[in-house]
Antibody
Framework: QVQLQQSGAELVKPGTSVKLSCKAS????????MNWIKQTTGQGLEWIGI????????SYNVKFKGKATLTVDKSSSTAFMQLSSLTPEDSAVYYC??????WGQGTLVTVSS | DVVLTQTPVSLSVTLGDQASISCRSS???????????LEWYLQKPGQSPQLLIY???NRFSGVPDRFIGSGSGTDFTLKISRVEPEDLGVYYC?????????FGGGTKLELK
């Protein structure tokens, strides 16, 4: 069965970066695009961007360009999202999702000094 | 960006009732290929969103037939014919027709 296992919660300081991971299993990793989504109480759900694990090609929501960088490691069937120049507004739960159907359990990122 | 407006924001029901949620888009969601990429998700407390309906009216694998999606253009509806306890949570519509993809604000389904 399809599983997306995301990395654990992060407590990070403002101005730093964090790299989240999403390990896929139960399907051919390169056969489906991977989406990343942000969820906050205030802003709800926001689509960050998408990556084609086969080619590495990406497309970003313009709001997250410069903030999020999506990559993959095909050898380990893992997708990554790096968030840079973190501010408290980046505090959220971040999800990876295979296509639109299967979501990981989410990673809580808290940005605080 | 396409704005998806969900109504109502919250819905109180009795088990066995029918529930109906509306999702209105600021632009038509019909893509140039003829498909309409409007999906519905349910997020139960403490869980990730789970896909219920894709492309307006197609039930995802394992989704009970009491969930019915309909609509076209800019107006879409999710109906739950007989609400069961496991249906409670927050429902979101989502569009993947226009970049950036966007979500509705959510509708909380709770018991009266």
């Amino acid at each position: 069965q399809v599983q997306l296992q995301q990395s654990g919660a992060e407590l990070v300081k403002p101005g730093t970066s964090v790299k989240l991971s999403c390990k896929a299993s139960g399907y051919t990793f390169t056969s489906n695009h991977m989406n990343w989504i942000k969820q906050t109480t205030g802003q709800g759900l926001e689509w960050i961007g998408i990556i084609n694990p086969g080619s590495g090609g990406t497309s970003y929501n313009v709001k997250f360009k410069g903030k999020a960088t999506l990559t993959v490691d095909k050898s380990s069937s893992t997708a990554f999202m790096q968030l840079s120049s973190l501010t408290p507004e980046d505090s959220a739960v971040y999800y990876c999702a295979k296509g639109i159907a299967y979501w990981g359990q989410g990673t809580l990122v808290t940005v605080s000094s | 960006d396409v704005v998806l407006t969900q109504t109502p924001v919250s819905l109180s029901v009795t088990l066995g009732d029918q529930a109906s949620i509306s999702c209105r888009s600021s632009q038509s969601l019909e893509y140039s290929d003829g498909y309409t990429y409007l999906e519905w998700y349910l997020q139960k407390p403490g869980q990730s969103p789970q896909l219920l309906i894709y492309e307006v009216s197609n039930r995802f694998s394992g989704v009970p037939d009491r969930f019915i999606g309909s609509g076209s253009g800019t107006d879409f509806t999710l109906k739950i014919s007989r609400v069961e306890p496991e249906d409670l949570g927050v429902y979101y519509c989502f569009q993947a027709t226009h970049d950036p993809w966007t979500f509705g604000g959510g509708t909380k389904l709770e018991l009266k």
